[in-house]
């Protein structure tokens, strides 16, 4: 992964937020490597006044103290899923419009830009910001570095707002759905396919469980004032032993993505309702987020940055904040449909856009 | 594999049939070792003056050439699956009965013994016999030892009825379901399954087969006066990507097992006709054996051994014989549910009573 990158000596947070986003994309940080980048946004904020500059491990947290009503933060991770030949970045014209093409582009160090340039600058905001940028955060939930840094610095997280720069091409994302994976086991008797009456067949068994699966119609269900869609699938299966022999077992892997207003044992009963006879495990679940809209600062967030509000369907880190009582949303730059993709690219319109719907809300919000 | 096993100088004939199945089974000939007793069948019956030994490869033909107006194939493979602790064999009272326990007691030793024996002894048989020891029957059909003297000696396979040991609890069982496999695979688009409404989910789609497969009631067939049972079957089936993937694909194979009043082609025929809207593809096809029982040979072999004929279902070499017209039927000592099973045992009395029917016959046979 030799992938060539220019020398990053230092990093100017006067210069567009563009080149921002250009400058931290060409310094690889697949997880695990963000210390470099981490070490720069150090080096570029220490000498902000009106910032209190945090480091833990490596994660950066930067704040002011302005003994405001209340207080946001604002979150992004430095990591990036693996390079595959796009960083450094380019410029390109798609569609006509400029844009910057690589590896973070949208997931998500343009959302990081925006946040870099605005804590640098905003010396005098209308709320108290914390801002995070964390490690860790494309890999496996127990090494994500909010989560670490909830459990050493719990404090940091006292907010009455948060907003995460996650892609969501400059719209408001609030919440997002629990997820669920059951696997659903049918047994039988193996016996040679030549006397297929002797054996009883577990593949068969599954018939109808598909069946309902295929005639499920996923509800939509409205959470503060969001709908969000349901959806429960057939993820994997496996089944049989050999070409002749009758299989004795076969398991139909579900994954149910359900509304942030239900909890993991309600998701949990409306599996097992859906599939009464059968043999069932959960395997993994996760809490969604309620989206916590109906929060005044909230609304204020969203008819200032000019966005309708929309259900996120991803877990995203903005559960961590749901969790503790924080209402959270996801408001960045990027088509998430693009992120991980080995075309991953960023309207740069679009950068410039979060960066002034988010100067224009911390300047003129009212606590 | 290194299983303790007696020393073999040679093979006595004159010895009681139980005692002779002991003994070859006792030399372990997992496919590819018939050597060994290959050679120890020529070297026993070399000195008979009534019969032409034949050698090719580890397969061993003896022939009687006595102007009989009709010639039976009598036929057994020397070739066992693999040993598994179970050799050398042992005796043991089940139920009461004298049981000989171990590998290949069933499949197919026990009816060598009955064939070597009588090949032995018989010195005027009342119908010529061509009897035949082979080798690669357990492993790939490529292999097979009856195959392959077909090819270069197909002139040994002149004959007017075959009879093969294989186990038959000592009744006749004629002919062979043929048997076929088809994958049959969905396609979908993959999507993230937190977005599932994106995606089309390929293991959904295979809810329909499986509901007819689950609802099919498999025909039974009447070929020659047998009544064959057919079955169709799921034997494998796979989908999915990952946890969170819509999958984009899924493959259930199936198992045909087919009257052999049927040729592959309608076998396919049936298939495409119960999955019309599927994409199938056969990836193994074998003929099935009419039983050829209203041959008068055939008629005279099953009232002289005093059994009821039956079909068989597996697919056994008797096939090889009804694609060149020759009927061909099984019987030999043993029950064929526990061939291969690491418990497999033979019944004494069983292999005594196959030994008396057989030689019956081929001393009473009227050609």
Redesign the interface.
């Known amino acids: 992964m030799a992938d060539p990158v220019r020398p990053a000596a230092a990093l100017d947070l006067s210069a567009d937020v563009v080149a921002i986003t250009q400058a931290i994309c060409d310094i690889p940080t697949v997880s695990g490597d963000e210390g470099p980048l981490a070490d720069l946004i150090v080096d570029a904020l220490s000498g902000a006044a009106h910032l209190e500059v945090i480091r833990e491990g490596d994660t950066v947290v930067a704040r002011t103290n302005l003994d405001r009503e209340r207080r946001v933060v604002i979150a992004g991770h430095l990591d990036t899923v693996p390079i595959n030949g796009n960083v450094p970045t380019r410029f390109e014209q798609v569609d006509g419009r400029r844009t910057l093409w690589g590896r973070g582009t949208v997931d998500m160090k343009a959302g990081v830009a925006v946040q870099l340039k605005l804590a640098h600058e905003l010396s005098d905001p209308s709320v108290d910001v914390t801002w995070m940028w964390y490690d860790h955060e494309e890999v496996a939930a127990d090494f994500n570095g909010l989560g670490r840094l909830l459990k050493v610095r719990p404090e940091l997280f006292e907010a009455d707002f948060a907003i995460l720069g996650e892609p969501t091409r400059a719209e408001v994302e609030g919440g997002c ?1 629990g ?1 669920l ?1 059951v696997e659903l086991r049918t047994r039988g008797r193996r016996a ?6 002797v054996g009883e ?1 577990a ?5 109808p469980a ?2 309902r ?2 005639a499920y119609e ?1 509800e939509t269900v409205t959470v503060d004032g969001l709908d969000y ?1 349901e ?17 004795d077992e ?1 398991v ?2 579900l ?1 149910y ?1 359900f509304a942030p207003s239900r909890t993991i044992d309600e998701a949990v009963s409306k599996v097992r309702a859906l599939f009464p006879e059968y043999e069932l495990v959960v395997t ?1 679940a996760s809490d969604g987020a309620r989206p916590g809209l109906d929060d005044p600062l909230a609304q204020q967030f969203v008819k200032a940055v000019g966005a309708e509000a929309k259900p996120k ?3 995203t880190d903005v559960a961590r904040f749901s969790a503790l009582g924080v209402p959270a949303v996801n408001f960045g730059p990027g088509d998430p449909l693009l992120a991980h993709a080995d075309d991953e690219r960023v309207d740069c319109d679009e950068i410039v856009a979060c960066e002034r719907a988010l100067r224009s809300w911390l300047t003129s919000a009212t606590s």
Chains 1, 2 share one sequence.
Do not use: F
């Open positions: 759905n997820t994976r040679h396919s030549a006397r297929s009456w067949n593949i068969h068994k599954l018939a598909l069946e699966l295929a996923a869609r959806g429960l699938s057939a993820v994997l299966v496996q089944g049989g032993v050999a070409g002749n022999v009758i299989p076969a139909l892997t994954n993505r993994d369907y991803g877990w």
